[in-house]
Structure formats: structure tokens, C-alpha cells
């Protein structure tokens, strides 16, 4: 049967992909926000995952405000990136696997999540990013990716302990599929970071590495949070750290810390890096 490795957290600001289109990763600036993955990019690989789950927020590429589903699980065999406004060249197309993703879509019907089935969706940023600072750039990706987007943009959004529980039962679906493939969940966007109002440049240290720290070893810790009380601490956009706990919910309850790495400032936001692993 398919069974999950593991889960990695990652920042998916835009100006990562900037760095790296203009060969800026070793620049001061950025040198130690790019050296924290690289212990996660020998992690995956030395265990090879078949496929990748990306849990990410849309940033109007494929959804717009009219339109933005809670939930939105990726069907397709292909997944095109496209230019968001930031001048940057779209990256090859990422190869899905629609049997796995129409597998994963039943299963979660079934547990009560109203699932969204794309058939045709694209990936912006919040998706490419992080593929793109734990893979590098490939013409041909290197892991099977299957999107999984998670609306943080348009209230209301989902809650800490809603995506723990989808987390939970996109474990019990990739563990119900027959075929034998290594599956590793991305838990992107995070930590703390507001890009406007009168708090544009929150970053709360403290809340980001009490974060990381009960990701790892106690997630029921941040499922006790009102958005709200997320929002005050970590900043609007930090509400994007609830994305984390798809990922966590999707592991065993008690997990490996592979890695930890945090980075601030880097584009006005804390950065975190988790390698988690399944034992056994």
C-alpha cells in the first residue's frame, strides 16, 4: 500500500523565486535562508518519495476572490505554472498522477471533507517555491506532485484543528491506496508575516519557534488557537501556518525531528524549515 515518509514545512514567499531565477541564493541576504534546506534536500534525497503532497494557498492564479473553494484537491496528470505579474519564467509543467489524487478525493468524501476536484488547475508560487528550493530547477521534476490548496485568503478560513483533521484523513487515504508508492506531505507559507496595515513587518520570534517546536512534538497545542488569536500573534498572512498542520495531521503522532531550521527577516517574513520523519 502507499504510505507517507514524512512531511517538510517551507517557507513559499515569491521573492524566493526571484533569488533563485537571479542566481542570488549565496548573496549575503539570502545565503543562510538557502543553506536551512539543504539538510532537508539531502533527506529527500536519500529517501526518494514517488510522490508529493504540496499543501499550499492559491494566490489568485487559479482562484480568484469570487470563487475560492476551502478545500481544493489537484485531479489532473499535468500541472502548469504560469506567470502571477512577477516577470518571472514559468517553470516546466509538474507531473501528477490523477488515479492517486481521484483515490485521495473519494477517500475524503467519505470522512466528510467537501472536497474541490480540479481537473485542470494551475500552480503559482505558493506551490512552485518550495519544490523549487528543496528539488532546485529541473526541465523534468524529479517527484510526482499532487496540489492540495488550502483557502487562506478570503474569510472564512478554515481553522487550526479543521486542517489537523484533513491532515488526518489524507493519511487514512493514502494509507488505502494499493499501489506501492513513498508519499512525503509539503506543508508550505508561514510563520509570522502581515504585508499591510498599521502592523506591515509583524514577526513574532517567539510565537514562530513556539510553533515549530509543537508542530513537531505536540500539535494538538496549536489546534487550541481561534484564527483570530493566530492572526494577532503571527499577522494576517501568518494564518498561512495553519497549512503546517495538514502535513503534521497527515504523520504519526509521534514523528522524528530530521531537521529544524529558522530564518528572520527574509522578504518580511519568518521562515521555517521542519523535516519530519515516520518511524518505521
Same mark, same amino acid.
Given at each position: 500500500?502507499?504510505?507517507? &515518509?514524512?512531511?517538510?514545512?517551507?517557507?513559499?514567499?515569491?521573492?524566493?523565486?526571484?533569488?533563485?531565477?537571479?542566481?542570488?541564493?549565496?548573496?549575503?541576504?539570502?545565503?543562510?535562508?538557502?543553506?536551512?534546506?539543504?539538510?532537508?534536500?539531502?533527506?529527500?534525497?536519500?529517501?526518494?518519495?514517488?510522490?508529493? &503532497?504540496?499543501?499550499?494557498?492559491?494566490?489568485?492564479?487559479?482562484?480568484?476572490?469570487?470563487?475560492?473553494?476551502?478545500?481544493?484537491?489537484?485531479?489532473?496528470?499535468?500541472?502548469?505554472?504560469?506567470?502571477?505579474?512577477?516577470?518571472?519564467?514559468?517553470?516546466?509543467?509538474?507531473?501528477?498522477?490523477?488515479?492517486?489524487?481521484?483515490? *485521495?478525493?473519494?477517500?475524503? *468524501?467519505?470522512?466528510?471533507?467537501?472536497?474541490?476536484?480540479?481537473?485542470?488547475?494551475?500552480?503559482?508560487?505558493?506551490?512552485?517555491?518550495?519544490?523549487?528550493?528543496?528539488?532546485?530547477?529541473?526541465?523534468?521534476?524529479?517527484?510526482?506532485? &499532487?496540489?492540495?490548496?488550502?483557502?487562506?485568503?478570503?474569510?472564512?478560513?478554515?481553522?487550526?484543528?479543521?486542517?489537523?483533521?484533513?491532515?488526518?484523513?489524507?493519511?487514512?487515504?493514502?494509507?488505502?491506496?494499493?499501489?506501492?508508492?513513498?508519499?512525503?506531505?509539503?506543508?508550505?507559507?508561514?510563520?509570522?508575516?502581515?504585508?499591510?496595515?498599521?502592523?506591515?513587518?509583524?514577526?513574532?520570534?517567539?510565537?514562530?519557534?513556539?510553533?515549530?517546536?509543537?508542530?513537531?512534538?505536540?500539535?494538538?497545542?496549536?489546534?487550541?488557537?481561534?484564527?483570530?488569536?493566530?492572526?494577532?500573534?503571527?499577522?494576517?498572512?501568518?494564518?498561512?501556518?495553519?497549512?503546517?498542520?495538514?502535513?503534521?495531521?497527515?504523520?504519526?503522532?509521534?514523528?522524528?525531528?530530521?531537521?529544524?531550521?529558522?530564518?528572520?527577516?527574509?522578504?518580511?517574513?519568518?521562515?521555517?524549515?521542519?523535516?519530519?520523519?515516520?518511524?518505521?
Amino acid at each position: 500500500m502507499a504510505r507517507i &515518509i514524512g512531511g517538510v514545512t517551507s517557507s513559499h514567499i515569491p521573492a524566493v523565486g526571484n533569488a533563485i531565477a537571479n542566481n542570488q541564493t549565496q548573496e549575503p541576504y539570502w545565503k543562510r535562508f538557502f543553506d536551512g534546506y539543504k539538510p532537508a534536500q539531502a533527506w529527500l534525497s536519500e529517501k526518494k518519495p514517488d510522490v508529493a &503532497i504540496v499543501v499550499y494557498n492559491d494566490h489568485g492564479l487559479n482562484f480568484f476572490l469570487d470563487k475560492v473553494p476551502t478545500f481544493a484537491l489537484g485531479c489532473a496528470d499535468t500541472y502548469h505554472n504560469d506567470d502571477e505579474g512577477w516577470a518571472l519564467k514559468p517553470v516546466a509543467p509538474f507531473k501528477g498522477d490523477a488515479q492517486f489524487s481521484w483515490h *485521495i478525493a473519494e477517500s475524503l *468524501i467519505q470522512q466528510e471533507f467537501d472536497i474541490c476536484t480540479c481537473q485542470e488547475m494551475k500552480v503559482d508560487h505558493g506551490f512552485v517555491n518550495p519544490i523549487r528550493a528543496l528539488y532546485g530547477t529541473h526541465e523534468v521534476w524529479p517527484v510526482t506532485t &499532487i496540489p492540495l490548496a488550502v483557502n487562506t485568503v478570503q474569510h472564512p478560513v478554515p481553522s487550526a484543528l479543521r486542517c489537523y483533521k484533513l491532515g488526518q484523513a489524507l493519511r487514512q487515504a493514502v494509507e488505502s491506496y494499493p499501489e506501492d508508492l513513498r508519499v512525503v506531505v509539503f506543508g508550505t507559507g508561514g510563520l509570522s508575516h502581515q504585508l499591510q496595515g498599521e502592523r506591515a513587518g509583524l514577526i513574532d520570534v517567539e510565537f514562530d519557534l513556539d510553533c515549530m517546536e509543537k508542530i513537531a512534538n505536540d500539535p494538538q497545542w496549536m489546534t487550541r488557537f481561534s484564527n483570530s488569536e493566530i492572526m494577532r500573534r503571527a499577522g494576517t498572512e501568518g494564518i498561512e501556518t495553519i497549512m503546517w498542520l495538514v502535513m503534521r495531521g497527515a504523520l504519526q503522532s509521534n514523528v522524528k525531528v530530521v531537521h529544524k531550521h529558522y530564518h528572520v527577516p527574509i522578504s518580511n517574513t519568518g521562515a521555517g524549515v521542519l523535516v519530519l520523519e515516520n518511524y518505521g
